[in-house]
């Protein structure tokens, strides 16, 4: 990296704040309050991807160390926070994207559906990661997720959410957790 690029220097301080494990999948966001210390050129695009000053982050494990320390805040801007600092990138749609779901059924035969992300990680459909439907995206499935973030379906991902659809009481939906989401 440029050691004469504000930018750069401030992407590099970031990853070099976090701590030097690899499991970076829940570090405690809601106790870092750090003053804003600028915007920086990061974009998340529609399709998922990351880019950096124009060029997209190739690297997988950068992007989910980064999506690891990514929030929205209240006044509707995202956010890479460190213990130390506060970085406001951009986000065209959703920050993260479902890459695929996953059905199973509990010792009970409750059904239980995760979604997978693009970072890798999964979470239930359920009272915590509710389903919405996005008005903008074609009325594509998304779900709510920790620190005001969340991540819509990909094309292949919604397809397969739809397959597995069924009728109830006249409403086309899938059933997870007890609780059924309507798809319409």
């Known amino acids: 990296m440029a050691d004469n690029n504000p930018q750069e220097q401030a992407l590099a301080a970031l990853v070099a704040q976090l701590p030097k494990k690899r499991n970076f999948d829940s570090p405690p966001l809601q106790l870092w309050d750090p003053p804003l210390s600028g915007d920086i050129d990061i974009v998340i695009r529609s399709d998922g991807s990351w880019w950096h000053e124009g060029s997209e982050i190739r690297r997988p494990a950068i992007v989910r160390v980064f999506a690891s320390i990514l929030r929205?805040?209240?006044?509707?801007d995202y956010y890479l926070v460190t213990p130390a600092e506060k970085w406001r990138i951009k986000v065209d749609a959703h920050p993260l994207l479902i890459v695929d779901f996953e059905r199973s059924e509990s010792d009970s035969g409750t059904a239980l559906i995760k979604a997978c992300l693009n970072t890798g990680k999964q979470y239930p459909l359920d009272k915590d990661h509710p389903l919405f439907l996005e008005p903008e995206q074609d009325k594509?499935?998304?779900?709510?997720?920790?620190?005001?973030?969340?991540?819509?379906c990909s094309r292949s991902a919604w397809y397969r959410l739809v397959e597995d659809a069924e009728e109830e009481a006249g409403v086309l939906g899938v059933r997870s957790a007890g609780i059924f989401w309507p798809l319409q």
């Open 72 to 76: 929205r805040e209240a006044d509707g």
């Open 140 to 152: 594509v499935a998304g779900i709510a997720l920790p620190h005001g973030l969340s991540a819509l």
